[in-house]
């Protein structure tokens, strides 16, 4: 059964923003998906560039000026 989780650090800037990240998508299992809220485009790029390193292809969607989404899932 998979699960949904939600890793909202947009109060963050890089590296702390990604390394909170990068600690949610190792914590996922086998088909877990979590929505990565980011506050800055510097912690996207940082962020995604990460998940492309692990052949990851994250679904992005921006709300407003200062929120970022990301949604990952684990395969």
């Known amino acids: 059964?998979?699960?949904s989780y939600e890793c909202d650090v947009s109060d963050l800037i890089?590296?702390?923003?990604?390394l909170r990240a990068t600690e949610a998508i190792n914590n996922l299992a086998a088909g877990d998906t979590v929505r990565i809220i980011l506050g800055d485009m510097e912690s996207v790029k940082s962020v995604v560039q990460e998940l492309k390193g692990r052949g990851m292809k994250p679904d992005f969607k921006q709300e407003g000026e200062s929120r970022f989404i990301l949604t990952v899932t684990r395969e």
């Open 14 to 18: 890089c590296p702390l923003s990604k």
């Open 1 to 3: 059964m998979s699960a």
